[in-house]
Every structure is written in C-alpha cells, then in structure tokens.
C-alpha cells in the first residue's frame, strides 16, 4: 500500500494530501514542505527526471509497469499522459530530493520559519510508515525517509545551530485547519487505515474535547476495526456522542448495527427507529428500514 504525500505537477501546480496537511502542528512545517515542492519546480526536477529515466530502457519499461499496477498512478496517467505522469512522480531520484531538501530548508528558513520544523513531518511520515506498513519509496532510486532526516539533521546542525528560532505560527495555523482533522478521519476509515484516523480525531479533541461528531468517529474506528474489546470501546464512544448531542442520529444508528449483529434485535430496533426519527430524511434511510424490517421479522418468528 502507497499514499502519496505531495506531489508538483511539470505544470508548476502542487498538490498536498490532506493526511498530511492533518499531521502538521503549525505554519512552519506547511511551509517547509511548500518550499520543497516549489523547489521541484523552479529547478525543472520533473523534466530533469523523465529525460534521466527515458535514457535507462529497463527503469522506464520497470515505472510503466508499476503504473499499471497503481490506480492512482493510473488515473494521473489518463490525466496527463504516461509521459507526463512519469514525470510528475519522478522527482523521486535521490540527487533532485537531495536538492529539494537543501534549496527547500534555505527557502522557509530565509522566509523566517525555523528550519528544524521540517524534521517534524519526516518524523510524522516515519511513524505513519512503520504503522500503516506503507511501501516506500516509489521507486528504487528515491532515498528514503530516514536517510533524508539524517542529511537534513546534518544540514540544519551546520547551517542553522540556533534552535527555536523562527515563526512557528501555531495558533493561527491550528485554528485554520481544525476541521479539517475530522475530515480526513472520515477518509482514512474509509480505507480502513484506523490508527490514522485516530490520531486524527485525537489532535482535535485536544482543541475541542467536546465534540460529538469527533466521538461518533472514534466509535466508528473502534467498530470497523473489530479487534478484541473494540465492540465495547464503540459503543462507550457512541454513547457519548449522543449525551453531548441528543439529536445526533448517525451514533443511534451505529449502536443499533452493533446490537443487531449480536442478536440483540428488540433493542436494536428502539435505536434504529429513534435514527429515523431524529433524520428522517437521511439519505440512508432505506437501509436502517432494511434493518428495521428484518429486526421485526426477528420478532414476529
């Protein structure tokens, strides 16, 4: 499995994930990894890379057919040719990282940010690596994260040895971004990448610790997940988000799922039945009355 963090396109424009974006504690760590992508397009990495790569028959015929093994690399391909796909993930050759790195940390570091920001995201996407079992890199010839931390250290240590120095901008950028956490959580269950998300959820309630939704999302992590003692850590969550919001419909729905597929049927329907009354106009709604049908079937027989 691989998520691709950021990424600059050979037309200047520059995409970042909002997993990432939800890692990131201030204003200083956005602008480092701005400052290396910008760097990727201001020295012409993608074009440098694709000719680089066009020259080594086997390393292209070898990048084709991992696209053809990746929908999202797919997609970029249909998107702007196989060509043009390659080269906008191909800025993963060790010299051009190499280089992105040190032009990036001289960028944010004369913009004023503290250059010792950047170490923060690698060591957020090392921690994610180890957890989520991520592959990486692309491709064999991009260094790999810990490799760019040790180089990156070595760099900050010579270049910059005042620590703490810079804009850190904390408040502001958490106040901007909050939201969101919560977001992107939805996403990451979505793709059953669970501690994510957790962690996710966990830094906003570290902002808002009274937030419904942020419950109902923890007890949808601990639900789909299903590992020995999550079914009651959902239900905890669940229960709590209705206490802070008692016409919040999607956690009633959820407790009545986990009592349904424990075959508590009668007091499963009570949940089900108070989901449709608290949104009756859910897009869902066909679906709890399918649960709904089949509860009183139980019932009847």
């Not at 921690?127 to 692309?138: C, D, H, L």
């Not at 079914?231 to 956690?251: E, G």
């Amino acid at each position: 499995m691989k998520i691709i963090y950021k990424i600059t396109y050979p037309n200047g424009k520059i995409y970042v994930h909002s997993g990432l974006l939800a890692c990131m504690d201030n204003e200083a760590q956005l602008a480092a990894v701005l400052a290396h992508e910008i760097t990727h397009c201001t020295h012409r990495h993608a074009l440098r890379a694709f000719r680089k790569i066009k020259d080594q028959p086997a390393l292209l015929r070898a990048i084709e057919h991992r696209f053809s093994k990746t929908r999202s690399l797919q997609d970029m391909a249909r998107f702007m040719g196989i060509g043009g796909a390659i080269a906008a993930v191909s800025g993963h050759i060790r010299e051009l990282e190499a280089e992105a790195d040190r032009v990036g940390i001289e960028l944010m570091a004369s913009a004023g940010y503290d250059p010792r920001e950047a170490l923060f995201i690698f060591d957020r996407m090392i921690s994610e690596i180890e957890q989520e079992g991520f592959e990486e890199p692309i491709f064999g010839s991009h260094p790999t994260v810990q490799q760019r931390v040790v180089n990156l250290q070595n760099l900050i240590d010579a270049r910059y040895p005042q620590k703490g120095s810079g804009i850190p901008n904390t408040e502001i950028f958490i106040a901007k971004s909050v939201r969101l956490l919560l977001d992107n959580a939805e996403l990451e269950i979505r793709q059953g990448r669970f501690q994510a998300a957790r962690n996710g959820v966990e830094k906003y309630l570290r902002v808002k610790p009274d937030d419904s939704r942020a419950y109902f999302l923890l007890g949808e992590i601990f639900r789909q997940r299903q590992q020995d003692g999550d079914t009651l850590k959902a239900l905890n969550y669940y229960d709590h988000a209705v206490i802070l919001d008692p016409n919040f419909a999607a956690p009633r729905k959820a407790i009545g799922i986990i009592h349904y597929k424990e075959g508590r049927r009668t007091l499963a329907r009570k949940f089900f039945e108070s989901c449709i009354q608290l949104a009756p106009d859910s897009p869902d709604k066909a679906y709890i009355q399918g649960y709904l049908k089949r509860c009183t079937i139980s019932e009847e027989g």
